[in-house]
């Protein structure tokens, strides 16, 4: 009798710089992220995926065939537990320290730590290998790569610019965010850049900075139309607009269209 070939786990370092032993591949993952998971999906692992939080809204099926496990920032323990799962993924600023200080203590962890385009093209690349799917990662992110080659901003300056990602109280992306440099790509300067990360801001603090468009980011708060004339009351000169903020935000695979739509929204200043 044939007896089933058996790998030894495979040691790799996560974006956080911790060593971690991951059975390989991996059978059994849940995921923390929702751009995560929708990488992993993307990355031919939908039937290895156990567990995803109630975030991860793409692709759609991921919610059925996957157990829901709490949320980013407060997990499930009893539902994880029931997955033995012997690969988790997460990220150092979308969960929390406390909850995955816990479940390191059980599991293989494996997490994240994105703020520019190269970490994340890295992590999709990693990701792939350490899930065995490294010719499919390496190729996402080959073609994420040359997307962004060719996004070419037809504005001669940078076009001034506020992202909101909340309401009451305001607040923004600032510098050292992965949306930042979403923005320099797409050929807007953000007024705020100077600032760190998600400053709340008031509305005083957006006039002087006169940004010529606010985006208005349909995540994590929900903005919409209805939210427009609220912002030009604030800076009546400025162009109001509502964006995509998976495209803004998302690191994963959903990088893919990125480029695309950052092309035609400047486009269309």
Same mark, same amino acid.
């Given at each position: 009798?044939?007896? #089933? +070939? ?79 799962? /012997? ?34 093209? /890295? ?6 290998? +350490? ?26 300056? #940078? ?20 949306? /930042? ?34 985006? +208005? ?37 959903? +990088? ?14």
């Amino acid at each position: 009798m044939e007896l #089933p +070939l058996i790998q030894p786990p495979l040691t790799v370092t996560d974006q956080m710089g911790r060593r971690v032993a991951v059975p390989f591949p991996p059978q059994r993952i849940v995921s923390l992220v929702p751009s995560q998971t929708e990488l992993l999906f993307d990355l031919g692992l939908g039937e290895r995926v156990v567990g995803v939080t109630k975030f991860c809204v793409h692709p759609a099926r991921a919610r059925q065939s996957a157990a829901v496990i709490g949320g980013t920032k407060n997990f499930d323990f009893e539902k994880i537990d029931a997955l033995r799962p /012997d690969l988790i993924i997460g990220n150092k600023e979308e969960n929390y320290q406390d909850g995955i200080e816990q479940l390191a203590a059980r599991y293989p962890i494996w997490l994240s730590d994105i703020t520019t385009l190269a970490e994340s093209l /890295d992590m999709i690349r990693r990701v792939g290998l +350490l899930t065995g799917r490294k010719e499919a990662g390496d190729a996402l992110a080959a073609e994420i790569t040359a997307s962004f080659a060719a996004l070419a901003p037809t504005a001669s300056e #940078p076009v001034p610019a506020a992202y909101f990602i909340w309401r009451k109280p305001y607040m923004v992306a600032a510098g050292g965010t992965f949306i /930042d440099e979403m923005l320099a790509r797409a050929g807007f300067r953000n007024v705020f850049g100077q600032l760190g990360r998600y400053p709340e801001i008031t509305p005083e603090q957006l006039q002087d900075a006169a940004p010529r468009q606010i985006l +208005l980011s349909s995540e994590p708060y929900p903005f919409a139309e209805k939210h427009v004339a609220e912002f030009q009351q604030h800076c009546p000169a400025a162009q109001i607009r509502i964006v995509d903020g998976e495209l803004f935000s998302w690191y994963g695979s959903r +990088l893919r269209l990125t480029a695309a739509y950052l092309k035609a929204l400047i486009s269309a200043d």
